[in-house]
């Protein structure tokens, strides 16, 4: 049995709070809207009830937000890519802003078991004056409990529509790219920080952002691993090898930080209160 799900979400700002609607269809929902930082901005977690994917199921997740609205999309957990008897399991996000809206985007990571064969996308359309946070985290296996990744393919698609795109697959029998000083160099969690505008960024607030970066990821114990960079005019984008997902999403978690307060003024850190469960 296959499971296919949609989830449809649309933040709009209605007397100053962030409202989010959304419709479903399949095991696919969020959780109630909070509003840990004031009413400007809406926190919402996203829940997949079967817990994984295997071959032939497909979720799909669309999410719009209006002129002026900030929403915070996060899950509870890793989305679990597990083995598949042949068909291709796939999580597709489409992302939509209006006008001046803000999303941040950060789902814990997807977990690719060994046999997996799996496609995650993220396709991110932006009006000139919105802007977009997002991660992505990818763990290769189970290293800590000695189940690598020998078998098995990932694919992923990351996109500013009609303007940048990454996309790259990974094989399990690739030994050169996993092993490879020019790859992986035997390291199995992958993690990328994206910070996206609708135009492009302004020289000044580029470098702060970049330099802002820098600092935290040089001082950190994956320092010799991350790259900061900004491979397009409307991107910019931290890079992180890693052996294990916890030093990555932590190296991410404090750059994120920083960020908000140096791009959007957000100078109180107010994580989603699911990543202290």
């Given at each position: 049995?296959?499971?296919?799900?949609q989830?449809?979400?649309?933040?709009?700002?209605?007397n100053?709070?962030?409202?989010?609607?959304?419709?479903?269809?399949?095991?696919?929902?969020?959780?109630?809207s909070?509003?840990?930082?004031?009413?400007?901005?809406?926190?919402?977690?996203?829940?997949?009830?079967?817990?994984?994917?295997?071959?032939?199921?497909?979720?799909?997740?669309?999410?719009?937000v209006a002129?002026?609205?900030?929403?915070?999309?996060?899950?509870?957990?890793?989305?679990?890519?597990?083995?598949?008897e042949?068909?291709?399991?796939?999580?597709?996000?489409?992302?939509?802003?209006?006008?001046?809206?803000?999303l941040?985007?950060?789902?814990?990571?997807?977990?690719?078991?060994?046999?997996?064969?799996?496609?995650?996308?993220?396709?991110?359309?932006?009006?000139?004056?919105?802007?977009?946070?997002?991660?992505?985290?990818?763990?290769?296996?189970?290293?800590?409990?000695?189940l690598?990744?020998?078998?098995?393919?990932?694919?992923?698609?990351?996109?500013?529509?009609?303007k940048?795109?990454?996309?790259?697959?990974?094989?399990?029998k690739?030994?050169?790219?996993?092993?490879?000083?020019?790859?992986?160099?035997?390291?199995?969690?992958?993690?990328?920080?994206?910070?996206?505008?609708?135009?492009?960024?302004?020289?000044?607030?580029?470098?702060?952002?970049?330099?802002?970066?820098?600092?935290?990821?040089?001082?950190?114990?994956?320092?010799?691993?991350?790259?900061?960079?900004?491979?397009?005019?409307?991107?910019?984008?931290?890079?992180?090898?890693s052996?294990?997902?916890?030093?990555?999403?932590?190296?991410?978690?404090?750059?994120?930080?920083?960020?908000?307060?140096?791009?959007?003024?957000?100078?109180?850190?107010?994580?989603?209160?699911?990543?202290?469960?």
């Amino acid at each position: 049995m296959t499971w296919h799900a949609q989830l449809q979400l649309e933040y709009q700002l209605e007397n100053q709070k962030t409202v989010c609607r959304h419709v479903h269809t399949g095991p696919l929902r969020i959780l109630q809207s909070l509003y840990p930082e004031g009413d400007a901005v809406c926190h919402n977690v996203l829940v997949h009830p079967p817990g994984g994917l295997v071959g032939g199921d497909t979720l799909l997740i669309d999410a719009r937000v209006a002129s002026g609205a900030h929403g915070l999309i996060t899950t509870p957990g890793a989305t679990r890519f597990y083995r598949s008897e042949g068909g291709t399991a796939l999580q597709s996000t489409t992302i939509k802003l209006g006008d001046g809206a803000r999303l941040e985007w950060l789902p814990l990571e997807a977990l690719c078991y060994s046999g997996c064969m799996a496609e995650n996308r993220l396709v991110m359309d932006l009006a000139a004056s919105s802007e977009c946070m997002s991660w992505d985290v990818t763990a290769l296996g189970l290293p800590s409990a000695n189940l690598p990744f020998d078998q098995g393919e990932f694919l992923q698609h990351i996109e500013l529509k009609n303007k940048w795109l990454e996309r790259g697959r990974i094989a399990a029998k690739d030994t050169l790219l996993l092993n490879s000083p020019l790859g992986l160099a035997g390291h199995r969690c992958i993690a990328s920080l994206f910070f996206i505008s609708g135009v492009p960024i302004a020289r000044h607030r580029k470098e702060n952002a970049l330099q802002a970066a820098r600092a935290v990821a040089f001082s950190h114990s994956l320092a010799s691993t991350v790259g900061v960079t900004s491979p397009h005019p409307q991107v910019i984008v931290v890079r992180v090898l890693s052996p294990l997902v916890e030093s990555a999403m932590g190296l991410l978690r404090a750059i994120r930080q920083v960020w908000r307060s140096e791009l959007w003024d957000l100078k109180n850190e107010h994580p989603p209160r699911i990543w202290s469960t």
